[in-house]
């Protein structure tokens, strides 16, 4: 699938070319230039103005899940969206995060922050050492290898019962401080999930404008090809899927420290399923579209509540309706649709 | 500067090449010609490092590439504008350009890359006119241009290239072919695989004739242009034309 890349976000990690002199003319007013940005302005002051003006425990959990679901399609969009790779066990980093960190502060009674690395460390060795036969798979066979992979780790969360407690899950997680200072306030954490959250946009907004951003979507075009012009696929592969189950582990960190108790059923294979649904109704490719697919797919089950036992039939009625709609994802719909609504305005073509 | 000694490809149990030789000199353009199936692009892939598993000898400037992943051929100073030219379609051709450096980027030797880049757009000036579009926006000739301004960007001392008259314009052809030939003037050393046996034998220096996996005839380019046996099979003029001395 030949995706329109995001062209938005912060610029690559070269020195910017010079603009070759037959090139149309770049517009750079004000307004233009702070584009790539404006993503980032917006989510901060809407949590700026949440944070002074609302107060409502409901919504702030909600909003604090959002954040931790984008992290968990953001990281998984780089491996699917722009490499190309497909992970049908994401839910299994997320949940190697989670219980790094649980059996850490429970067990053994690590201060949270302490832990952290750990907690990072472990799912990103393990993603390694998977990586590393499963990502020479190509196309179903890597999804079924990942998918494989991701129910060991479920059986291995609900069976190994001395350490992460088995069925009945391990509880008793403390909540998260730097020191004295308590992070477990609900707006406080929501500022601290969402922190992590614009920090892995720029980060993975980096990565994409660069050398080895290019070289992903390289891949995803063709392996071959990648290789020819100097790529070494199978590092570039592993890579990105060490980072990506980094991220999901940083995901599963802040999940275990918020909930306090985990379980294995929030990461068996149908949690992996909806983090590749976030991906594809966000919009592949496309690092704002994790925020949309995970808004919405973390905002639907909350607002069809009121269908009770309809509910999963509308849930899924919905995202059929989005993929027939939008089928290059959320992002890339809105962005269309604005385009077209703009021509009809000013009454012109495509501008060349 | 290249040496190629009993070259022997094999996809899977299927040899699709049976003991193959052939050399490329410094500064020489060499015109690899042949049907379809007759082995010529399995030669550039096995040269290239993406077909692992030959036999045989490969020397480049007298050391072997048995065994080389593809980075490491084209850190060596080879590269490869493969068949169908896989460009990459939803990249700009900034960006297609730029992946053409990958390695030297990693090296961080950005001023080299960007004198490269102009080098490119002022052999290539329709580059430079389309650096922002989607590459898959291109032209079939252009996207051609791209394909070989991508793999200079990588500063090869050997250009390998895969049938790059495929489905383009008799007049694109001349043009790419007039761009070879600039490039050979320049110092570049290039191998071309061509079923064009037109035009690859009018620039090249020497030839070759691959027949199912086996090099059948060899000489100046000039020659194989007058061979008889090439004429029939490649020039696309009746046997009987020649044989028979019909006027």
Redesign the interface.
């Known amino acids: 699938m030949?995706?329109?890349?995001e062209r938005s976000g912060s610029p690559g990690q070269?020195?910017p070319?010079?603009v070759?002199?037959?090139?149309?003319p770049r517009r750079a007013g004000l307004g233009q230039r702070l584009l790539p940005y404006a993503g980032y302005l917006v989510v901060t002051a809407g949590l700026c103005a949440y944070g002074l003006w609302a107060d409502n425990y409901y919504y702030t959990q909600l909003l604090t899940f959002i954040g931790i679901h984008t992290l968990l399609a953001v990281g998984l969009n780089m491996v699917m969206g722009y490499a190309g790779q497909i992970s049908l066990g994401h839910a299994a980093f997320f949940g190697l995060g989670a219980y790094t960190t649980g059996a850490l502060t429970v067990h053994l009674s690590w201060p949270p922050l302490a832990a952290l690395p750990a907690a990072l460390a472990v799912p990103a060795l393990v993603a390694f050492i998977v990586g590393m036969p499963t990502l020479k798979l190509h196309g179903y066979y890597l999804g079924m290898g990942t998918l494989g992979f991701g129910m060991i780790i479920h059986i291995l969360f609900r069976e190994w019962t001395a350490l992460t407690g088995g069925p009945n899950g391990l509880v008793g997680i403390p909540v998260l401080s730097a020191g004295p200072v308590s992070l477990a306030g609900g707006k406080t954490y929501l500022f601290l999930v969402w922190g992590a959250v614009l920090l892995s946009f720029g980060m993975c907004s980096r990565i994409v404008h660069s050398?080895v951003g290019?070289?992903l979507?390289?891949i995803?075009?063709?392996e071959?090809?990648?290789?020819?012009?100097?790529?070494?696929t199978m590092r570039a592969k592993l890579e990105v899927f060490v980072f990506s189950a980094a991220l999901a582990a940083l995901a599963g960190f802040l999940y275990a420290h918020m909930v306090t108790f985990i379980s294995p059923s929030s990461f068996s294979f149908l949690v992996s399923i909806r983090i590749v649904a976030m991906v594809v109704i966000g919009g592949m490719a496309s690092i704002w579209g994790s925020l949309f697919g995970a808004g919405l797919l973390t905002l639907l089950p909350e607002w069809l509540h009121v269908f009770s036992e309809y509910e999963v039939m509308i849930y899924g009625l919905v995202l059929v309706v989005v993929m027939i709609f939008f089928p290059q994802g959320l992002t890339r719909g809105v962005l269309d649709a604005y385009e077209r609504a703009r021509r009809r305005k000013t009454g012109a073509g495509p501008s060349a | 500067m290249l040496e190629i000694r009993n070259l022997k490809c094999y996809y899977g149990r299927i040899r699709a090449l049976s003991g193959v030789s052939l050399s490329v000199d410094q500064g020489e353009v060499v015109s690899l010609i042949g049907a379809n199936g007759s082995g010529k692009s399995t030669l550039l892939t096995a040269i290239s490092g993406l077909l692992p598993g030959w036999r045989g000898e490969l020397l480049f400037e007298g050391e072997s590439l048995a065994g080389l992943p593809p980075q490491e051929v084209v850190a060596r100073g080879i590269s490869m504008v493969p068949e169908g030219r896989l460009i990459f379609g939803a990249l700009s051709v900034m960006d297609n350009l730029r992946l053409g450096a990958y390695l030297r980027i990693r090296k961080r030797d950005h001023f080299g890359v960007r004198q490269d880049l102009d080098k490119v757009l002022s052999i290539f000036p329709v580059l430079k006119e389309r650096a922002g579009q989607d590459a898959g926006t291109l032209s079939g000739g252009e996207q051609q241009m791209l394909a070989i301004g991508r793999a200079l960007m990588a500063k090869p001392r050997l250009l390998l290239l895969d049938e790059p008259s495929m489905g383009l314009a008799p007049k694109v052809v001349k043009q790419i072919f007039s761009t070879l030939s600039m490039l050979r003037d320049e110092g570049l050393t290039i191998l071309v695989v061509e079923q064009n046996a037109q035009a690859a034998l009018a620039v090249a220096d020497r030839g070759y004739v691959l027949e199912t996996g086996r090099m059948v005839l060899t000489g100046r380019a000039a020659d194989l242009l007058e061979d008889e046996e090439v004429k029939r099979a490649y020039l696309g003029k009746d046997y009987a034309q020649f044989t028979e001395g019909r006027a």
């Open positions: 030949a995706d329109k890349k070269e020195p070319e010079p070759p002199a037959g090139a149309t050398r290019r070289a979507s390289a995803h075009f063709s071959q090809a990648a290789a020819a012009v100097g790529v070494d």
